[in-house]
């Protein structure tokens, strides 16, 4: 069985804050460079990370 490669988060919003991590899809410039050569299980590991600090950048609040 082969397994499914994940597609790319990016949403063409490529810009960095000041800790090297886009704005648009919550990955770091490492992990940016790096998503080319990654596995499919490394792939999901850094769309894991990225949803992590997406979640702590937009934390829902309750009113």
């Known amino acids: 069985m082969t397994e499914q490669v994940p597609k790319s988060p990016c949403i063409s919003v490529c810009v960095l804050n000041e800790e090297d991590v886009c704005i648009g899809c919550y990955r770091s410039a490492n992990e940016i460079t790096d998503w080319f050569m990654a596995t499919p299980g490394q792939k999901r590991e850094i769309l894991a990370r990225a949803r992590e600090r997406q979640a702590a950048a937009n934390?829902?609040?309750?009113s």
């Open 59 to 62: 934390p829902v609040r309750l």
